[in-house]
């Protein structure tokens, strides 16, 4: 069964559907209209990113809160992988290397 996880960002509700082990589906659900969309992350552009140090969901949590700062859900594409983010965003990488760091001294036990 796949796993499914809700989060809230400011103005969209996020709900999260592991698909495989490297396919997503996100579902964004809005004030003025949903979307759907799939994305792929592999373990090796998962452990790019954030050096393996939050969960893949978070990571697409994140993703999709900074791409719903910049655009509207309806402008996001439908199906993509999460390196894709870079090509339209160059301070994608630097943004969720510096929320891996806040994240991981935000949870030291």
Same mark, same amino acid.
């Given at each position: 069964?796949?796993?499914? #996880?809700? +989060?809230?960002? &400011? $103005?969209?509700?996020?709900?999260?559907?592991?698909?495989?082990?490297?396919?997503? /589906?996100?579902?964004?659900?809005?004030?003025? +209209?949903?979307?759907?969309?799939?994305?792929?992350?592999?373990? $090796?552009?998962?452990?790019?990113?954030?050096? $393996? /140090?939050?969960?893949?969901?978070?990571?697409?949590? %994140?993703?999709? &809160?900074?791409? !719903? #700062?910049?655009?509207?859900?309806?402008?996001?594409? +439908?199906? %993509? #992988?999460? !390196?894709?983010?870079? $090509?339209?965003?160059?301070?994608?990488?630097?943004?969720? +290397?510096?929320?891996?760091?806040? %994240?991981? #001294? &935000? &949870?030291?036990?």
């Amino acid at each position: 069964m796949a796993d499914t #996880e809700f +989060k809230y960002s &400011n $103005k969209y509700r996020i709900l999260i559907e592991e698909i495989t082990r490297s396919y997503y /589906k996100i579902f964004l659900f809005g004030a003025h +209209k949903n979307s759907t969309h799939y994305v792929t992350v592999t373990n $090796k552009d998962w452990a790019f990113l954030t050096q $393996k /140090k939050i969960p893949i969901t978070t990571l697409l949590e %994140f993703s999709f &809160n900074f791409l !719903l #700062e910049r655009e509207p859900n309806t402008s996001i594409m +439908k199906e %993509f #992988e999460i !390196l894709t983010i870079s $090509k339209y965003y160059s301070n994608y990488e630097e943004h969720i +290397k510096d929320y891996c760091l806040a %994240f991981c #001294e &935000n &949870n030291i036990t």
